[in-house]
């Protein structure tokens, strides 16, 4: 799975040549170094609780988009190959185009300098992994190799997927939109640029993060964080994009400037991680590929609030320590792994509001379908809302039934753009998003019901945390009627 991680490096090459924060591994011989070797239980599956609630149509594969570049990943790992030709039944011929198609988009990616935008999707994206796909082994083949793709994307590459799911012990509420974990877990909410750390089912702290790129989209499911990696070093892979002051192979010590890696790193299954490294800025909006991503104060707290959740002994004082002495990575395995879910909710019933978020990756979510479910999941029906709250609602679904480009998320086949050759081609990563990115709307029937409200909100800016009404306060507000 560390040649997957590795891949990813490839991925991210103008997050590193043009400063940004990128999201990569340590690819120390192969996998990582000694001091940064996982656990030999990694693979192990998240403990699972017989009160799990994972969202599972926020978890669903089939929601999957697949992007070359994420198919490039996908071909680092040696066997990926291998199941492709004995599961799907594909010639040596049909995967040397398709690792061909793979290998030029992720080439031709660059990431755009400063905070210039850049007429990109994720459907875009995808449509454009779709054509190029069927071209190279037909349009059956290419929905079963879609499909695998998404499997092994969703469950971060490990045997048997992420854990609970597989283990059969998602219990009724496993259904329900916006559910509330029982256990202790991580969540983060994708399209609402929200990370909760829960303790047998108590929210206790919330994080404001950055997000996939649309060209390189956060996966859904349920990973798992097992350790906690201070200082790591990196070592730069045998890739295309490594030029200039990068040369493959060669380490990048814990600490050096030009270690893009940050002072904390924690896999979540391959190829992503959650890290710091991030400004201000790049929170609540698009800031990696396919990590979630925080700043290093923030990555710094969650490290300790992490490490409680596993059962590790890791104060306040012994982070701050370690981020004196960059140059020593510090590996710190967790006692019980911790289940990391990756949700994809637009429509959020919370502390008693109707959030309705931007459908960033575009997947058609803000739905009256999927209103109507969410509604129905505390007990209301639409026809139940006054006049003034539907008009309401149904203009904040329109509103934000649009991708980053602002163009309606239900588009079913956006027209994939031109094909680009070569590292020099122009192609670049998307940073910046048009329009809102979130309406709430006050419905008095949801009252004290839903998701709880941020706890201790820490939205990266170094103040103090929020209280959950302060952050209501900045943040509601009603469409027009």
């Known amino acids: 799975m560390k040649k997957i991680q590795q891949a990813l490096c490839a991925l991210v090459a103008c997050a590193v040549l043009f400063g940004g924060a990128a999201c990569v591994q340590n690819s120390e011989t192969g996998g990582t170094v000694a001091s940064?070797?996982?656990?030999?239980?990694?693979?192990?599956?998240?403990?699972?609780?017989?009160?799990?609630?994972?969202?599972?149509?926020?978890?669903?594969a089939g929601q999957m988009p697949v992007t070359l570049a994420v198919l490039d990943a996908l071909f680092a790992e040696a066997s990926f190959a291998g199941e492709l030709k004995t599961r799907l039944g594909l010639?040596?011929?049909?995967?040397?185009?398709?690792?061909?198609?793979?290998?030029?988009?992720?080439?031709?990616?660059?990431?755009?300098?400063?905070?210039?935008?850049?007429?990109?999707?994720?459907?875009?994206?995808?449509?454009?992994?779709?054509?190029?796909?069927?071209?190279?082994?037909?349009?059956?083949?290419?929905?079963?190799?879609?499909?695998?793709?998404?499997?092994?994307?969703?469950?971060?590459?490990?045997?048997?997927?992420?854990?609970?799911?597989?283990?059969?012990?998602?219990?009724?509420?496993?259904?329900k939109p916006n559910a509330v974990p029982t256990d202790t877990r991580v969540v983060v909410n994708i399209p609402a640029y929200r990370m909760d750390a829960f303790e047998g089912g108590q929210l206790v702290k919330t994080y404001k993060v950055g997000i996939g790129y649309p060209e390189f989209p956060l996966p859904t499911g349920l990973r798992k964080a097992s350790e906690i990696i201070f200082n790591p070093t990196w070592t730069p892979p045998d890739e295309p994009w490594v030029k200039g002051k990068f040369?493959?192979?060669?380490?990048?010590?814990?600490?050096s400037k030009d270690n893009p890696l940050g002072l904390i790193k924690i896999p979540i299954g391959s190829p992503s991680l959650i890290h710091g490294g991030k400004s201000p800025a790049r929170l609540g909006t698009f800031a990696s590929h396919g990590c979630v991503g925080l700043t290093n104060p923030q990555v710094q707290?969650?490290?300790?609030?992490?490490?409680?959740?596993?059962?590790?002994?890791?104060?306040?004082?012994?982070?701050?320590?370690?981020?004196?002495?960059?140059e020593e990575t510090k590996n710190v395995k967790l006692s019980n792994n911790v289940p990391v879910e990756l949700r994809y909710e637009t429509i959020v019933v919370e502390d008693g509001k109707?959030?309705?978020?931007?459908?960033?990756?575009?997947?058609?979510?803000?739905?009256?379908?999927?209103?109507?479910?969410?509604?129905?999941?505390?007990?209301?029906?639409?026809?139940?809302?006054?006049e003034p709250e539907r008009a309401q609602v149904k203009q904040a679904l329109t509103e934000m039934a649009r991708d980053a480009l602002g163009k309606p998320a239900t588009e079913a086949q956006p027209t994939p753009t031109p094909a680009r050759?070569?590292?020099?081609?122009?192609?670049?990563?998307?940073?910046?998003?048009?329009?809102?990115?979130?309406?709430?709307?006050?419905?008095?029937?949801?009252?004290?019901?839903?998701?709880?409200?941020?706890?201790?909100?820490?939205?990266?800016?170094?103040?103090?945390?929020?209280?959950?009404?302060?952050?209501?306060?900045?943040?509601?507000?009603?469409?027009?009627?």
């Open 247 to 255: 040369k493959p192979g060669e380490k990048v010590d814990a600490g």
């Open 91 to 175: 010639t040596d011929e049909q995967l040397e185009r398709l690792k061909a198609a793979a290998r030029e988009e992720r080439e031709g990616l660059a990431e755009s300098e400063g905070d210039a935008e850049h007429a990109g999707t994720t459907s875009e994206a995808s449509a454009r992994a779709t054509e190029k796909i069927r071209a190279a082994v037909g349009p059956e083949k290419a929905e079963q190799l879609m499909a695998f793709a998404r499997e092994r994307w969703s469950t971060g590459g490990e045997a048997g997927a992420g854990g609970a799911a597989a283990a059969g012990a998602v219990d009724a509420a496993a259904s």
């Open 301 to 326: 707290d969650f490290a300790t609030v992490l490490a409680k959740l596993g059962g590790a002994q890791i104060t306040r004082e012994q982070v701050l320590t370690y981020a004196k002495v960059r």
């Open 36 to 60: 940064n070797a996982r656990p030999a239980n990694s693979n192990a599956a998240p403990a699972a609780s017989p009160q799990v609630a994972t969202n599972a149509a926020a978890s669903n």
């Open 354 to 386: 109707l959030h309705v978020y931007r459908d960033v990756y575009g997947h058609g979510t803000n739905t009256e379908e999927n209103l109507r479910k969410t509604l129905e999941a505390y007990g209301v029906r639409l026809e139940d809302l006054s």
């Open 421 to 481: 050759k070569g590292a020099a081609a122009s192609a670049r990563e998307t940073k910046t998003m048009k329009g809102k990115k979130e309406i709430v709307v006050e419905i008095a029937a949801l009252r004290g019901k839903g998701y709880p409200a941020p706890a201790n909100f820490d939205a990266g800016t170094g103040a103090p945390p929020k209280s959950a009404p302060q952050k209501a306060a900045q943040t509601s507000a009603k469409p027009q009627a």
